[in-house]
């Protein structure tokens, strides 16, 4: 985590390249409401999924612990001085990944916690931090299998640092082809950009975290032969930070208390994403259950669907833009303060703060899609933080 936060600058200054290239030459690439709302995600899945790797952590350990007597490979010639040890691992922790990332396509209640990522409808670097509340549930249990192998945790947490930090930059339109030998080995770009898009022939592809190898083994490559379009073929239309997160795992317990068949409900848990109970599947017809058999009947609706974006602000709303921006920066940096120093406050002041950390965010969706209502969630959280400030302050 530490190593991820110490380059988290360096992210920034790459997307700052990134928005004067593109203003530069002409690109609308980027636009402000969509990238407020990828890096509030991107702050909140810190509060959340922080502590969640914490909790794999715990568990790598004592998966480690157990492995102690038994003597594994990578004990007896790969230990961590060994140079082959850090290269075994950052291969075998990809494949990992691969595999992770593929079934949180394919089985719905992963998919829950990585649909975040795909819902905005834009593609620059800031969609790279995008990220889910729940995303080392869905990922970070399939490493655990590394622990039983005799990788240290150490090793395994800094090997998965660098390969986040790897996924950051292949998240451009700014970088069409690389060399071919390049491509042919490595994820790019390009082949993150098919994975990215809602166009029938690109979805279910790419999904390399630094190998492209691993997609082309398998059958899941697909290159990149004409300009996708991004985002979920169901968009969700609003910059709410909650229901982008929850609006999968909503629909599956909505489907589990209305299905009159509780088997089929608890069995689409573990479905294709658009697998649902058969007295509440509305999408599939004359009885097609094969949701990819589905989705090639349906290409050219797909593929015709009319691009509905989000709401842009006006270009001469430059105040409003500035207030959205530092009601961005506002809890940001209360939410980094907090995660270094929160084992200084108890429980209930540290869920408090954490509470209105997410309302705080909640509430910039709201400003950021231009809702009249914006003041019913503003003044709340005015009046909370001045009440939590009033607190921190008297004691």
């Known amino acids: 985590m530490r190593l991820i936060e110490s380059i988290v600058p360096f992210y920034f200054l790459l997307m700052l390249i990134e928005i004067i290239y593109t203003r530069y030459t002409k690109k609308d690439y980027y636009f402000y409401e969509d990238s407020l709302a990828d890096l509030s995600l991107g702050v909140l899945s810190r509060i959340f999924d922080g502590l969640i790797l914490l909790g794999i952590v715990f568990l790598y350990s004592k998966l480690y612990d157990l492995s102690i007597g038994v003597e594994t490979l990578s004990k007896i010639f790969l230990g961590p001085s060994s140079f082959l040890h850090w290269i075994v691992l950052f291969v075998l922790l990809d494949f990992l990944f691969y595999l992770a990332h593929r079934y949180s396509h394919e089985i719905k209640i992963l998919w829950a916690s990585h649909v975040v990522h795909h819902s905005s409808e834009e593609f620059n670097l800031s969609v790279a931090l995008r990220q889910s509340f729940i995303r080392n549930i869905g990922i970070g249990m399939f490493y655990l299998p590394l622990a039983l192998l005799g990788f240290p945790v150490e090793s395994y947490l800094i090997i998965d640092a660098l390969n986040r930090t790897y996924q950051f930059w292949v998240h451009t339109r700014t970088i069409k082809k690389l060399p071919s030998w390049f491509e042919a080995v490595f994820v790019t770009p390009s082949h993150h950009r098919v994975h990215h898009a809602m166009n029938p022939e690109y979805i ?174 503003e003044i709340p959280k005015y009046f909370s933080w001045l009440f939590l400030l009033v607190y921190f302050f008297t004691n």
């Not at 961005?328 to 995660?339: E, G, Q, S």
């Not at 309302?359 to 009249?372: A, D, H, P, Q």
Request: overall charge positive; aromatic content about 18%.
């Open 204 to 377: 279910d592809k790419n999904y390399g975290g630094v190998f492209i190898i691993w997609d082309k083994i398998f059958g899941t490559y697909c290159e990149e032969t004409f300009e996708p379009r991004y985002g979920l073929t169901s968009q969700l239309h609003n910059y709410d930070p909650i229901n982008a997160n929850v609006h999968v795992l909503k629909d599956l317990f909505s489907d589990l208390i209305h299905t009159k068949n509780k088997w089929q409900g608890i069995v689409s848990f573990f479905s294709y994403p658009s697998v649902r109970p058969d007295d509440l599947q509305m999408v599939m017809d004359r009885g097609v259950r094969d949701p990819k058999v589905w989705l090639s009947h349906h290409r050219l609706e797909l593929a015709n669907k009319v691009h509905n974006p989000l709401h842009r602000l006006p270009s001469g709303k430059f105040f409003y833009r500035v207030y959205l921006f530092f009601q961005f920066i506002f809890p940001t940096i209360l939410t980094l303060y907090f995660l270094k120093r929160m084992h200084l406050f108890n429980l209930p002041e540290v869920s408090s703060v954490f509470v209105l950390l997410v309302f705080s965010f909640y509430s910039l969706g709201k400003l950021l899609e231009g809702k009249k209502e914006w003041f019913r969630v």
